[in-house]
């Protein structure tokens, strides 16, 4: 079987690494790699260790079964225990394929989250401000630091666009799959004749890059500082402290002016670029790998229209898995978006198991 070939040579450089690093590490970068790489693949040796163990098991109580000198006693027992085997050999079977897929090598950074409201003027403004607060209160619940990084507020409740950083373990694990046009069907508190208006909103996660992860030499760097300026014109500020930084070689462009500190303002913008031009690297990387295929749950293009929340009937769906929530209220203040998120993942990790099987 391929899958047994596989399991074996992953067995194989587990008890190679495990022997070298027995010896002792030098602290160099190499040892720090092969001690990751041992660490990585720890849980994966132990979970075919299991899964031969079971093997083993069913095979046992199947020559059992099959030996006409077992009393029928022993037989029944066999037979029952069988059955149990057999049902769970598939599953950890699949737990450890999925363990073997390539990791994205994003999926453990912390993320940038971008939120903007699109077509539906105020209404959509107040649309992106509770899903701003959608993803804090998510964030909240998982432990996760939530870390504002700008909001361009309308003076009416709403935000025009709105940015943070989360930080935590897996974040951008579970949160890439929100990248995308969120649409929003209710009646506006302004509409007298209770005509129900559609609008929507634009979600981005990025990964958040390191320094290693993206160089930007300050030579392709046009940094203008402004004064800063808050809802309707009014003056937040009377020293240049706002930063705009433009990317010379790709055109990208980010402003920051939350803070009163040029400097401040300075450092966020240089993350959000960084996760800027790391997210349209792996987007190139990624078309590249995947040609014409495009994937069941979406490119993350920020274009794509990905959910739609319709207040009326209390119901969340999310058309790249056909899933709906009748649950409007609680996926709105995150308890019930890990629904969402969990069937998103699951979909993904199957799409990937069909590709290599």
């Known amino acids: 079987m391929i899958l047994d070939e596989k399991l074996d040579r992953v067995v194989a450089r587990y008890e190679e690494l495990r022997d070298t690093l027995a010896v002792g590490m030098d602290g160099s970068v190499a040892s720090i790699r092969l001690s990751k790489e041992y660490a990585d693949l720890t849980p994966v040796a132990e979970a075919i260790a299991d899964l031969k163990r079971l093997r083993a098991e069913a095979q046992d109580m199947g020559s059992m079964i099959a030996d006409p000198n077992t009393d029928a006693d ?46 539906g003027g105020e209404e959509a403004a107040l649309f992106a401000a509770e899903l701003f607060e959608m ?17 361009s507020e309308t003076g009416l409740g709403g935000v025009k666009e709105a940015g943070a950083t989360i930080t935590g373990r897996n974040v951008f694990a579970r949160l890439k799959f929100e990248s995308g046009v969120h649409r929003v069907q209710r009646v506006p508190q302004t509409e007298a004749g209770g005509r129900i208006h559609t609008s929507a909103a634009t979600v981005a996660v990025l990964p958040e890059a390191e320094d290693v992860d993206i160089q930007v030499d300050d030579k392709d760097l046009r940094i203008d500082v402004f004064r800063a300026s808050g809802p309707g014109g009014q003056s937040v500020n009377t020293t240049d402290s706002a930063v ?54 979406g490119s993350g293009d920020r274009s794509e229209r990905i959910r739609t929340y319709n207040f009326p009937q209390g119901r969340v769906t999310d058309h790249r898995i056909n899933l709906t929530l009748y649950k409007i209220e609680k996926v709105m203040i995150g308890e019930a978006l890990d629904e969402l998120i969990e069937a998103l993942i699951a979909e993904h990790q199957a799409e990937r198991l069909a590709e290599v099987q």
């Open 74 to 119: 022993m037989r029944a027992l066999a037979e029952e225990e069988f059955t149990a085997l057999t049902q769970r050999v598939p599953v950890l079977e699949r737990q450890v394929r999925l363990m073997l897929l390539p990791k994205d090598e994003a999926d453990e950074k912390n993320a940038i989250l971008e939120v903007r409201a699109g077509t």
């Open 135 to 151: 993803y804090r209160r998510y964030a909240q619940l998982r432990g996760w630091r939530f870390e504002m990084l700008q909001v």
């Open 244 to 297: 705009r930084i433009t990317h010379l070689p790709t055109g990208i462009v980010v402003s920051q002016q939350d803070e009163k500190s040029q400097h401040k303002n300075k450092a966020k913008a240089m993350r959000i670029l960084r996760a800027r031009l790391y997210d349209a690297e792996r987007a190139m990387r990624d078309a590249e790998r995947a040609a014409d295929r495009k994937s069941q749950v």
